[in-house]
């Protein structure tokens, strides 16, 4: 990946973090104390909020149908 890719990246990998962070005190702040406690809210903020996004994107982005399915 070329550094202005990775620059963008990390840029909102940052923003992200900020907002899911501003959730994740305002909801689940105990859990802030603890490493397990990240663990497990950035893995549940990951699946509730992140990752259905990302795969959304890809989905419309990369599809094309197999010979035998049928077109959607």
């Known amino acids: ?3 202005e890719k990775l620059a963008q990246i990390q840029t909102y990998a940052l923003a992200m973090a ?3 962070y501003e959730e994740a ?3 689940v ?3 802030l104390k603890t490493l397990s406690g ?3 809210t ?3 903020q990951w699946l509730q909020y992140v990752g259905p996004e990302i ?3 890809l989905s419309k982005v990369a599809v094309v149908p197999l010979p035998d399915e049928p077109e959607l």
């Open 42 to 44: 950035i893995r549940r």
């Open 29 to 31: 702040p105990e859990e």
């Open 55 to 57: 795969a959304l994107f």
């Open 1 to 3: 990946m070329n550094r």
């Open 18 to 20: 900020a907002l899911l």
């Open 25 to 27: 005190q305002a909801t």
């Open 38 to 40: 990240i663990e497990g």
